[in-house]
């Protein structure tokens, strides 16, 4: 880091003041997320049970352990991008649907405002436990009325891939809102005139979406889906809360296998390396949506 | 100004037309709030009763009074709403001035600074907050409020300094170049011009990060102990440890979604504004 003062009088003194703008948060991120960090590091290098913390070197071998663990390849992995793709996209979809219909006065805006705004005033992990009621295989309101109009209902939460549709429906639930919120933003802050332009030259409606919003608003998705694809990959209360990644360890995403590693079966080395290899494949996928993301914003 | 807006967007929304509009946001609007409705509705029947929510006309407050006798739950209470304050205002104080930085001096210190708060925010929760229990329980932090929210602190540094770089970017500088021309030390310039016309972005981060602590999980669940139950923990404790009382946790959702629902309605406009990236 290049955190020495320059000679030169007038840039040492901006380079002070840029210093200590920071010193506060750069201390809490190094005690806090930085250290943390190297220690788990070193932890996936060893040999750390919980209930027998030999901590003695074992080079890969965590890593070995965890990437020759067909739960982790064949589950969780496949679980962990499918469930990014479907929240964000169908998220993403929903959410840019209501930011349109949002974007116009009418009666009663106030109201769809505020109900839209639930989801992000619930905890992710109380609307869990409720989903889990809505869907009981007993008791559960879902499957009172498919019984009631005669389709019966489901087992979700027992099996693997109702569960995991479960699951997305409460993400996107919970985020498709916060998609909204950022969208109509970014619509209300768009220039009027080519919309005017647009009307006197009578576009249908369809078109003045596809080749006047879309484009415009075309920096504000990319951003939303960044941070929230980021968000997405370590998604851990919804799952726990949900089906603890059941049935039999069918609906794990990456965030909870790590931790049950860790917490639960007690091997805080493979769950560290296990956080370890979704950290490095998030990171890779950072950098790639920071570059194209500066490519948005140049663009634009 | 409301009815020009009416009139251009009215006719460029896609589907416009007016019933299905209404049909489609009702739908939505129940969609939305069926999930908050049952909670309330579950939370308002008896034990008896509570596998069939649905039908039956016995309502009671007695869950409600259970669970504030409760005192785990209402220390729980105490915690989250200590944490989530505490956390709120180290959380602004460090990130104004962060983003502050960011978005008005240029050079090595704040690209570094930038891409080690993109590359932190980018690193999974999951992987710090394992080894933090033990870096905790090293510094004497764990199980504390301390150690609780100076963790949340750290989550809310790389997105809000991010955010903050963004409200100071909207801001022309010229009034602090004046002040600094008058003779206004940086500091100055940052304290007394810069930092009033942020106020609207305060508004929104500190509404933002309550919203977060009151209701974080999985940091509560890993660095909290005996000594500083939080609110969603104990929550989710009343359907697995303590077998399924589905009623008493609807209950401790509900009273826990007071503060936070009020908290959003009287802070929505500064959040939707702020909210612009």
């Known amino acids: 880091m290049t955190r020495k003062p320059s000679r030169r009088r007038w840039f040492g003194e901006q380079q002070r003041f840029a210093l200590m703008l920071i010193v506060p948060a750069a201390a809490i991120l190094t005690f806090f997320q930085l250290i943390p960090i190297i220690m788990g590091t070193s932890a996936s290098f060893r040999d750390w049970m919980l209930y027998n913390p030999k901590k003695t070197w074992v080079g890969l071998a965590q890593y070995e352990k965890v990437l020759t663990d067909p739960a982790f390849l064949t589950v969780v992995m496949p679980n962990t991008f499918l469930f990014m793709f479907f929240s964000v996209v169908i998220s993403l979809v929903i959410g840019l649907a209501l930011a349109v219909a949002m974007n116009r006065v009418f009666r009663g805006q106030k109201f769809v405002q505020t109900v839209l705004l639930l989801p992000l005033m619930v905890a992710p992990v109380i609307a869990a436990i409720m989903m889990r009621w809505i869907f009981n295989d007993q008791f559960g309101i879902v499957n009172v009325v498919l019984d009631a109009v005669g389709i019966g209902g489901l087992p979700w939460l027992v099996q693997r891939w109702t569960a995991f549709s479960v699951i997305v429906l409460t993400d996107i639930w919970l985020w498709a809102p916060w998609f909204t919120l950022l969208l109509l933003a970014g619509l209300q802050s768009l220039p009027r005139e080519p919309f005017e332009a647009a009307q006197i030259d009578g576009t249908t409606r369809w078109r003045v979406f596809r080749y006047l919003t879309l484009p415009m608003l075309r920096p504000v998705i990319i951003v939303c889906i960044v941070i929230r694809a980021i968000d997405a ?29 860790a917490f639960v079966f007690l091997d805080f080395a493979k769950g560290t390396a296990a956080a370890m290899i979704g950290a490095v494949i998030i990171l890779v996928a950072g950098l790639l949506l920071y570059r194209v993301l500066g490519h948005v914003r140049e663009g634009s | 100004m409301n009815k020009v807006q009416h009139s251009i967007f009215a006719a460029f929304t896609p589907g416009a037309r007016r019933l299905p509009f209404i049909v489609g946001m009702s739908i939505t609007c129940f969609l939305f709030a069926f999930p908050v409705l049952w909670l309330i509705l579950t939370s308002v029947r008896p034990e008896s009763d509570i596998y069939y929510v649905y039908k039956g006309t016995n309502f009671t407050l007695d869950n409600f009074r259970q669970v504030l006798d409760n005192p785990r739950v209402t220390l729980a209470f105490f915690n989250s709403a200590v944490v989530a304050t505490v956390a709120t205002f180290f959380s602004i104080l460090v990130t104004v001035s962060s983003g502050y930085m960011l978005s008005r001096l240029k050079g090595p210190i704040a690209r570094t600074w930038f891409g080690t708060i993109y590359a932190l925010r980018c690193v999974p929760f999951v992987t710090w907050v394992l080894p933090l229990y033990f870096v905790e329980q090293q510094y004497g932090l764990y199980d504390t409020y301390t150690g609780l929210f100076l963790a949340h602190v750290a989550v809310h540094i790389c997105f809000f300094s991010w955010l903050m770089k963004g409200f100071f970017d909207g801001i022309d500088p010229a009034m602090e170049h004046a002040a600094l021309i008058d003779g206004c030390t940086r500091w100055g310039a940052f304290l007394r011009v810069a930092l009033p016309s942020a106020i609207p972005a305060i508004s929104a981060l500190s509404v933002l990060s309550w919203l977060f602590s009151w209701n974080e999980f999985l940091f509560a669940l890993i660095l909290s102990g005996q000594h500083t139950p939080l609110t969603t923990v104990v929550m ?42």
């Open chain 1, 233 to 261: 990959f370590r998604t851990f209360d919804t799952v726990w809360a949900l089906t603890g990644g059941g049935p039999a360890r069918q609906t794990e995403l990456f965030s909870l296998y790590a931790y049950e590693e």
């Open chain 2, 236 to 277: 989710a404790q009343f359907v697995s440890e303590m077998g399924m009382q589905w009623n008493l946790m609807a209950a401790t959702a509900v009273l826990a979604l007071v503060p936070a629902f009020l908290l959003t309605l009287f802070g929505q406009k500064y959040v939707l504004r702020g909210l612009k990236i």
